[in-house]
């Protein structure tokens, strides 16, 4: 993963038992939950929506830990992301330039870089360790996309931006423009690649990678619940960890 900033990992059975009894606990969510979907009605964003235990458990079924390239530690509850059938469509919360983005550049982003104040200033607020990847339903529809090698791009344009700060203070630091600025020339220099993947298969991405979601194509097809993946982000304890980590 050093290279690309991403990794796919499986078939594997315990990556499959636990897709499958996360599933029938998703279904639940979506069944009984009152969040709002977003973007026209085709995306539902899911934070903190599987009740798995704080080592991944959920509902008796074990976290395959011993499938994934990872040392267990604890966990949040997954996010659920849900994609249906004409993602993204435009909606009140959005700007047009915004919705553009989204539509013509996966709403490429981050993880851990949060909008602060009125004017929506990017710091980094959650430092997480990796990003993970489980695919909860059979399709191939609206994927997850990445830049290979734009983790590399983001530590160096970050670190310089916030070198001249004493460490304690990062998280504290505006880097709306060393971000946009990185995020421009990953564009004109790294390959997008989408990553479709299975249950029983888990992608994992490197923190830095800049990664987002392919727009819902005409021939895609999923089943009536539309593309569920869910993601796991543990948080490290500091922003100096994030960026000079490997």
Known sequence: MVG???????????????????RAAALDTLATTTERWRCGGTWFV???????????????????WDALPLTPEPLHQAQLSV?????????????PAAF???????????DGLLPV???????????HAWILGLPLNDTRASPLTVWE???????????????????QTWGEIDITEPYQQARR??????????????PGEATLLHRLTLHGVAPWKPQDEAPPEGRII??????????EAWLTQP
């Open 4 to 22: 690309t900033g991403w990794q796919k990992i499986g078939p594997h059975p315990a990556i499959t038992a636990w897709a499958d009894t996360a």
């Open 46 to 64: 899911g934070v903190d929506a599987l009740p798995n235990t704080p080592y991944g458990a959920i509902n008796g079924t074990p976290f395959p």
């Open 83 to 95: 994609i249906r059938p004409g993602y993204p469509q435009p909606s009140p919360e959005e700007r």
């Open 100 to 110: 553009a983005f989204r539509r013509d550049r996966d709403a490429a982003h981050l």
């Open 117 to 127: 104040g009125p004017d929506k200033r990017r710091m980094v607020k959650e430092p």
């Open 149 to 167: 090698g734009s983790h590399q791009l983001i530590r160096t344009a970050l670190l310089k931006a916030l070198k001249p700060h004493p460490p």
């Open 185 to 198: 020339e990953i564009f004109a220099t790294c390959r997008r690649i989408e990553l479709p993947a299975r």
């Open 230 to 239: 869910a993601y796991l982000r543990p948080q490290l304890v500091t922003v």
